[in-house]
């Protein structure tokens, strides 16, 4: 069973940068598309950044041009790195396989980020 863990959360202003990392108990990232998602207190889980295995990106509109996905396959480690951060980005951040059904992967306990306006 993979694990795994989020870090990197954190209160900061607005305008502000978080780095999250995104550890992986073994090898996963190099073959799946990752993905970073983030729920906000009420909301439904959203799905904001993604990673597939040759390294191309893609981000939800609300997050496009403001985060950074990125990965280190040798250390099994996923990143986001936020800048120009909102209020509306306050969250719990986790990170998965997209395919994370498919693969029977659980969540994490995710990383919170408060954004204070």
């Known amino acids: 069973q993979v694990q795994l863990v989020e870090s990197g959360g954190g209160l900061v202003q607005a305008g502000g940068s978080l780095r999250l990392s995104c550890a992986a108990s073994?090898?996963?990232?190099?073959?799946?598309?990752m993905g970073w998602y983030r729920q906000a207190p009420g909301k439904q889980r959203e799905l904001v950044a993604t990673?597939?295995?040759?390294?191309?990106?893609n981000y939800s509109d609300s997050v496009k041009d403001r985060f950074t996905i990125s990965r280190d396959n040798a250390k099994n480690t996923l990143y986001l790195q936020m800048s120009s951060l909102k209020p509306e980005d306050t969250a719990v951040y986790y990170c998965?396989?997209?395919?994370?059904?498919?693969?029977?992967?659980?969540w994490g306990q995710g990383t919170q980020v408060t954004v204070s306006s």
């Open positions: 998965n396989a997209i395919a994370w059904g498919k693969l029977n992967i659980g």
């Open positions: 990673i597939d295995r040759g390294g191309s990106t």
């Open positions: 073994r090898s996963i990232l190099s073959s799946n598309v």
